[in-house]
């Protein structure tokens, strides 16, 4: 197992059970009791947790996994999300993204699709194939290189965990925009109270991007389904699709169809 590997396993461990003990993590890890207390120190030098005597606790009140540190979770299973989500965005479209890894597969996944840009007319330059409107520096960062997408970021307070932009900047700027679609990362969904996030500004931001969206499609793979997360973004009754992976449970596929919520699964 690579370093990257164990922080990855450490960190979710530690947000699964609020706290770590050093030899028990060398013997769920099968590595030495000095190799944890070296990954911890490490850890700790980034503000990823706080060390104790024989293990660590989480950074602050509230914790999460930083986006770099999520991105190998259920990984296959976002890469096929993220192309099913492309295949439902047409040539032309003003499509919205927020934060996450799942969104971050999709935006690879419509620069694959829209690469080659599309003309108007013989004899002019390519006109851009897709326009996207993103909170995330991550995606935009991805996404400016691309000359045949055209990149609208908005502005805000960036969060160092997401990537995500944040705050009355952000919504200012989503406030003047109209999309065709949006495409909503996830931390939850339940059936009757919706879709969710962990922190109130991210919600606050992915709940203006549906309203700000003639079609809104949740990306999200079945581990979300009957999570509940900290913050309500908006009912079922705004979400249009859901794209999750054929691990979803055919009864919570039918709660989200009775919803009004048309479920693909990849």
């Not at 400016?144 to 965990?161: E, L």
Request: proline share 5%.
């Amino acid at each position: 197992m690579s370093k990257h590997e164990r922080w990855n396993t450490l960190l979710e461990l530690l947000a699964a059970t609020g706290r770590l003990e050093v030899e028990e993590a060398a013997g769920t890890l099968d590595v030495s009791p000095a190799t944890i207390r070296r990954d911890l120190d490490e850890l700790a030098e980034q503000r990823l947790l706080v060390r104790t005597r024989g293990g660590a606790v989480p950074h602050g009140v509230s914790y999460e996994l930083p986006l770099r540190y999520k991105s190998s979770r259920h990984a296959s299973e976002k890469q096929r999300i993220a192309a099913a989500v492309a295949e439902l965005v047409r040539e032309g479209e003003v499509v919205g993204l927020n934060g996450g890894t799942t969104t971050t597969e999709v935006a690879r996944a419509l620069a694959l699709r829209f690469g080659g840009g599309r003309t108007e007319s013989p004899g002019t330059p390519p006109a851009p194939a897709l326009t996207v409107v993103t909170n995330a520096l991550n995606i935009a960062g991805e996404l400016a290189v691309r000359p045949q997408i055209k990149i609208v970021v908005s502005g805000g307070v960036a969060r160092p965990q997401t990537y995500e932009l944040v705050g009355p900047l952000a919504a200012g700027v989503l406030d003047e925009v109209v999309l065709d679609v949006v495409v909503l990362g996830i931390d939850g969904i339940d059936p009757e109270l919706g879709i969710m996030a962990h922190h109130e500004d991210e919600a606050g931001i992915s709940r203006l991007f549906a309203e700000r969206a003639s079609r809104v499609v949740v990306a999200g793979d079945s581990s979300k389904m009957g999570r509940r997360a900290f913050a309500r973004i908006c009912g079922l009754d705004r979400v249009d699709v859901l794209v999750t992976d054929a691990g979803m449970p055919d009864d919570a596929v039918r709660r989200l169809t009775d919803a009004g919520v048309e479920v693909v699964t990849v």
